[in-house]
């Protein structure tokens, strides 16, 4: 499930027997990642039933103690974290609704029900979705326990605006902010404000039941109240904040009154602000991340170690304009060779986060292709090195690929062929690049996320 | 002469020890940097006169077969350079002329002259100066030797229009390629193209006499051809890529008449190429990198390791938009503190080359000063966390700091003077941000230019 489908095409467009290694390197670093972001893999091995004792990392739970329990939530990852969930709780789960994107296969699941939704553009099942759970946990008591799951995606997956806002209102300012170069903790900072679900709402709604949340993290640092937008976690965030972002990316102008009027009304104290940090709803709250980028990026240097390539994670914390971070990672691969510094031959450079990419041309692509064509550019020329990069959700931009490879022959190859790199990266076209070259990685929907994760392999 | 002159002010603007420390820290590596880009140090360890052997790197000479020794060249570091080459060589030299910046200081040499010229927009002095050069070595023959200093600085410092080009026309095109985000090897090509002088002329006017070059790089990978545009080095462009980088960047309308109409007949063969690799008039040229970028950083990281912080050299070839430089620094020192990769604290992260900026605000800046700026956003909140930025040559941009210094609470020490480091930042307005906190790095012009370097030093 988890796999690269397109290994063989990809290993063999290497022109040398080193790019070929380097090639293959990078490939099986990725798959260790990947396997690592599995999310059955992460709850089997972060929650444990014995008896009547629930432990979900560090924390342990007396299930004599609850009526109910409810399992609510969503996101990429929501349909393997549910499987999972309801073969370790079986007939103890009393209801359950997680929002699963619409690529998710049938859920072997009986107790838990899914609902399929719009992912990154939200939609109205998905909405209804939110509603049904909000619904699920509005009248529950003191003893009751709802695992919330929680994973990249959610944000899209659960929408419910605020007030008099509509779906469309709230998916154009998503859309618009997507297309900004915002960083996502700003686009949730917005979406917290005009949602009736995320930003703490969730936990507000479900008070005084207690909530355990089961975050697989796709943001960059795991700041619990952005995954997901953070339904059951303190905000931090404003309304002012969410204006300001507005304006800061030229956005304010173009949203539509509804929107304009509600956050206006909230700077103003007019509605009430989302729940923060000290309010007692929070008090039976339980936040446990479970899985993240560096669990992903520490498996692939793991992989790289065992056979005999020296790794070094340089960060699971990687932001900055995708076509930039690519220029850098180019920049360290040089000086290995110039230099020996960081690392000599053969080693693997691995950097996971979420960069972002500010569409200027009218080209289809994603972050991580763009990292790798912006990293060929500054690799091109040089042999046995390989610049992988990945979206573990298998979905990298408004595309079928997860990503792309390339090594210091890509160049020449796209000369021949006709194709202009330095064109195709100025019009955000990375997609129709590396369709040319054959080089877009492919896994199909992962079923998880966990960000990104790039890296510079170098063989000798 | 290469001291920080307001380390004080630098260290005590550190709110908590460890910041202080850590600030500290930066600065000692970063003159530790400045020392070994020294021309003098530099040239004194490089080359060696004994009785008649002269040898420079691993090139030995025999004087006595030389009839004449002449010494050309310019950069930032040609005033230093020349100084020592006299008191090594002393009454052997005929005659000789570099080309300084305003700047620097009278020279303490009775046969090379030096010139005075315009920096980073060329002027009729350098002009001047590269005419008399020309003049110099033109009638030399088989037994004469020429010693070309080159540094960075010396395409501006030495500029010769060719043909019908005037002097501000040729600086219009500099000027505008300088503030489109073009790299430095891009706008090189460009120079060779529209001059008499680089681009191997130099070497084609001296032959058939010796040309021995020492080359103080300024150029990310040290590209022979691009250090100071390479006057006495085959030239790899072509007047076609010169068109397409003026086209790419959007600056081809804007040229003069004189400087499209000279582009377009060397486009059709009309005008001579820059001389090429195989060009007979390169036969006697040898070519010796005394100085780089590696060199400075790697005393920076000896300098650390040395008072018991680990250093790592990510890389001497930095390229990229500087505020996502910033960005990827400080994603790396997250990491350092979130899973103590890729090193531990006590360490120090450190990264030269040159980062560009792309000018889109109003404001006052540079690229180590973008660098810092954005780098203090990402590391916002953190203790004992120090971002430095700095150009070898004391001058970022056209600014008189050098660079800049930041820490975990710069952010938070600009919200108390109401200084927004987003508003400046977007405003390419770094210079002001940082005047506004005392956190400019001073060192007045060095007299040498090894690029930029950055580091984060983060301690316990």
Redesign the interface.
Known sequence: MLGIKNRKTLIENGRSRLDRKARRLALDALEAALKAADPEEIVRSKVGVKGDLLTVGHYEFDLRKFQRIIIVGGGKAGGGMAEVLESLLGSRISDGIVNVPYETGSLETSLIKSHKAGHPIPDDSGMEGAKMMLELVSHLEKDDLIICLISGGGSSLMPLPRGEITLAEKCAVTDALLKSGATINEINTVRKHISDFKGGWLAKKAYPATIVNLVLSDV??DPLEFIASGPTVPDSTTFDNAVEILR?YGLWEELSQTVKTLLVEGQKGLIEETPKVGDRVFKRVHNCVVGNN?SAT?AACSQLRGVGVTP??????????AR??G??L???A??VD??G??LCRSCGIV?G?EATVTVVGCGKGGRNQEIALSSAL?ISGMDGVAVASLGTDGIDGPTDAAGALVDGKTIARSEECKVDA?TFL?ENDSYSFFSELNDLIFTGPTGTNVNDISMIIMVK
Chains 1, 2 share one sequence.
Request: no cysteine; glycine share 12%.
């Open positions: 960059v640092g800061r560096r520490l070094l994670l340089l960060t699971s914390s990687l932001e900055g304009e930039h971070v220029t850098v180019a920049s360290i040089k000086e110039l230099s510094n960081p950097a986060g500054g330095r100025a």
